[in-house]
């Protein structure tokens, strides 16, 4: 059953400490980023990776880091340096085509972390 | 880089009614325009895409339009029900681009 699996779908936090969000695919894709929702907002990217070992900072990367030691895997650190970290992350992977660049992107359920 | 607006940012349709969502972009050499499906907790799920080398796409009650010459591109669903009520968002790339561009949705509402 391919697809992408982000847990836990609801985590909870403390101010002041890090937490980190996983994110796993087995799509054999070689892009995947991570995006921040806040309530009737629309989506907000935080990091991409377009191959392993390497990432690029989003809109919005600022109190988050990432790493891309494996293909499948990009977990997202929410660090103490985000100042209002409460929202909906999404995950997400796409193909990278010769020539397209990256194509389709499918979404992960996401995580939704509260800071108590 | 590449812009997206997306209009209009709620819609309410009496159920059996056709729902249009426009969105335009800024970049003339955007090559891929993907649908997404939003329903409330979840992840957005692709519901319909579009190249650039085609003018319509329809899929069932869906169907997406093309317009290059004005760089926009629309969603309609035909017959609508109640399980269509969700948030819906486009998105556009660039040839050779690294990441999509999301317009910032539009929550649809079908009156029963």
């Known amino acids: 059953d391919g697809g992408i699996t982000q847990s836990p779908k609801y985590l909870f936090r403390k101010e002041g400490q890090n937490v980190t969000l996983s994110c796993e695919q087995n799509l054999n894709h070689d892009a995947m980023y991570w995006y921040r929702q806040d309530p009737g907002q629309g989506l907000r990217l935080i990091y991409y990776?377009?191959?392993?070992?390497?990432?690029q900072k989003g809109d919005i990367a600022e109190g988050y880091s990432v790493s891309r030691e494996k293909k499948e895997s990009f977990p997202l650190t929410v660090t103490s340096a985000q100042k209002n970290p409460t929202a909906f992350y999404l995950c997400?992977?796409?193909?990278?085509?010769?020539?397209?660049?990256?194509?389709?992107?499918?979404f992960g359920p996401g995580t939704r972390l509260t800071v108590l | 880089g590449e812009n997206v607006e997306q209009h209009p940012s709620t819609l309410s349709v009496q159920e059996g009614d056709s729902a249009v969502i426009k969105c335009t972009y800024s970049?003339?050499?955007?090559?891929?325009f993907p649908w997404y499906k939003q329903e409330l907790g979840k992840g957005p799920q692709l519901i319909i895409d579009?190249?650039?080398?085609?003018g319509e796409k329809k899929d069932q009650r869906i169907a997406v339009t093309l317009n290059k010459t004005a760089k926009h591109f629309s969603l309609h669903i035909t017959e609508t029900q109640p399980e269509d009520s969700a948030v819906y968002f486009c998105?556009?790339?660039?040839?050779?681009?690294?990441?999509?561009?999301f317009g910032t949705g539009t929550r649809l509402t079908i009156i029963p």
């Open positions: 998105a556009a790339i660039v040839p050779a681009g690294e990441k999509l561009t």
């Open positions: 997400a992977s796409s193909p990278r085509l010769a020539g397209v660049g990256t194509d389709t992107q499918y």
């Open positions: 579009i190249r650039s080398n085609v």
């Open positions: 970049d003339s050499a955007s090559n891929y």
């Open positions: 990776s377009q191959i392993v070992n390497d990432f």
